[in-house]
């Protein structure tokens, strides 16, 4: 009886070893094939990112593979373009990135920083009547009402209100905000970008996609919310003199992508030109997308074409 148990023993002892040698034999064999993926790569940034991976971490050697060597040579009608995924910092889209080109109310997503960082955003602050004068009614804001300066700035990125952006700059003088604003770029390396009004009305207001990616990253990093309220295709906030809901409405046509993860518009008519910078998710991975000196519409085409470049 005892000589069965200990037969027994010896094996589940060899049993277990198997299994142990199999687990091995097939980790050593993963990590050969990530090591010549990685050393056929020729991007240094991927290459220490999958070495800094646990096994059971990666997704998909494959789309690691793919997403390494996406080069998409789509033609865009817009003269500058630049796409990244995020996860990696990998530029898979160029066109003229370095070129400077009028912002428009891209400007606005440098507000919303300044606004948030300078701001306390439980003030309650009162649209004044020069506010109101700025060109545009998008977001339907009046001289007298009054709201919570995060709710201005959500309403400013979302609906593009230059009223708003004016009122919120408004709160530390015109002058003051953009110098801000031009600092801020300068701290973070913008070194093509310069503001001259805080909604992007004048064609002074430029930048260049390149610069614009490195905003992005900033927005990411420190004020993630900026984006993820321009997922919805309209919000509401309080009037606090009335104490009565605003709906404010976003005229992002991506809004309606499930997987648009935010962005932020901009257009001028004076030269009948603007710009888009997208966010998407592609499975697991974060797509930045920006367009400039585009059609009304060409710049929401052109974002397509490069975001297929995906799929294809």
Partial sequence: MLKNFYQYLIFIFFIILIVITQSFLSQTKEIEIINKTVSGS?????????????????????????????????????????????????IFFEKNKEEIAPIASLTKLMTAVIGKEYLDQNQEIVISSRAEAAYGNFGDFKTGEKYKISDLIDGMLVSSSNDAAMAVAEQLGINKFVSLMNKKAKEIEMEKTYFVDPAGLNLANRSTAADLEKLVHYILEK????????????????????????????????????????????????????????LFQYKDYQILIIVLNGGYYERYEDTKKILNCLAD
Avoid: M
Wanted: hydrophobic share 35%.
């Fill in 42 to 90: 020729s991007n240094n940034f991927l290459r220490a990112e999958i070495k800094d991976l646990d096994i059971k971490d990666l997704r998909s050697i494959e789309e690691y593979k793919f997403l390494n060597s996406l080069v998409c040579q789509k033609e865009i009608k817009s003269s500058i373009g630049l796409a990244e995924i995020l996860d990696f910092e990998k």
């Fill in 223 to 278: 004020h993630p919310e900026i984006f993820k309220v321009t997922v919805f295709d309209k919000i509401t906030i309080e009037e606090l003199n009335s104490q009565q809901n605003k709906t404010i409405y976003n005229s992002n046509i991506f809004t309606q992508n499930e997987k648009f993860l935010g962005g932020k518009t901009g257009f001028l008519l004076d030269n009948d030109q603007g710009g888009i910078i997208s």
